[in-house]
């Protein structure tokens, strides 16, 4: 059992120890999830290692984001997005999700990205923070011996995490024109694992009289392994005026046609999970048509 004190000998350990197996520790809920995981010889405690804990505001060429470090408890990072929300806006709507994700004291103690790795170990783990981040535009800082790299979420999910540690996790700010959206459809309010979650953003811009979808992003997680974005459907959607019906149908039609769910053990039915994921949809279509309309009048 190790206690690093600094970034440098975490990466050092996990070198030195990779052909045998390490895991990395902060708050460790994740042995109330997956209880019958093997042992691995080598511990290493994340806790004192202040770089992980550290939460900044940066800006650069494509705008503001919220730096949060990996050893950022849930609770902390509830806390982070919601001293630094706008009010109903992207930043409240994911604190107010996040507080969907187990219990206070699982909150309290565990850590977002000790979230993300499950879902990278676990392929049917439907990460809320994933698939919320995912769809709100977020990336992640990981190091390793050769630097520090940033990487999409889609990317991080296909990558080799051995000796590798996630340093931080890049969340935008909301830009003028956007509307997220997030849900989590779950057999109770806490405790539970999601049937279906998703996150929803689109990005309206004003073109003559009208405003229309510029860029639109949607996210599902518990239809298939890990986080699925609904790509096609996004670039169906995009320039076209949200309130023809038509436009609905088309959008429908295409998710419908995409969306293909799993059938992992335990898991409800991929009837019953694809009907939610088009629900939703539905759902969040109808919100941005409201939205539109005051976006216009701004």
């Not at 392929?123 to 790299?149: R, Y």
């Amino acid at each position: 059992w190790f206690a690093p004190s600094g970034l440098e000998d975490v990466l050092s350990l996990l070198e030195k120890y990779k052909d045998t197996g390490v895991q990395l520790v902060a708050g460790d809920t994740g042995k109330g999830v997956f209880k019958f995981e093997p042992p691995v010889p080598v511990y290493v405690s994340l806790k004192n290692v202040e770089v992980l804990s550290a939460v900044s505001v940066d800006s650069n060429s494509n705008g503001k984001y919220l730096n949060v470090g990996a050893a950022v408890t849930l609770t902390n990072l509830i806390d982070v997005l919601m001293q630094n929300a706008e009010p109903n806006g992207k930043f409240e709507k994911l604190a107010n999700h996040l507080l969907e994700i187990a219990n206070y004291p699982v909150r309290n103690v565990g850590t977002w990205a000790g979230n993300v790795m499950l879902s990278h170990t676990h392929e049917d783990f439907p990460s809320d923070v994933l698939t919320i981040m995912q769809a709100a535009g977020a990336a992640l800082n990981i190091a390793d011996a050769t630097g520090i790299k940033q990487y999409s979420i889609p990317q991080f999910l296909a990558t080799d995490m051995t000796s590798k540690v996630i340093l931080c996790l890049c969340i935008p700010f909301e830009n003028v024109g956007e509307m997220f959206e997030s849900y989590k459809i779950m057999p109770r309010h806490q405790n539970a694992h999601a049937y279906v979650n998703a996150g929803f953003l689109v990005k309206m811009t004003e073109s003559g009289s009208t405003t229309i979808p510029s860029a639109v992003r949607i996210v599902y997680g518990g239809v298939g392994p890990h986080t699925y974005q609904a790509m096609s459907t996004e670039m169906y959607l995009v320039g076209k005026d949200w309130r023809q019906v038509d436009t609905l149908k088309g959008a429908l039609a295409c998710l419908a046609s995409e969306i293909q769910p799993n059938s992992p053990p335990a898991a409800a039915s991929a009837a019953y999970r694809k009907s939610l994921a088009l629900s939703l949809f539905y759902k969040v279509h109808s919100r941005l048509v409201v939205f539109r309309l005051a976006f216009s009048r701004f």
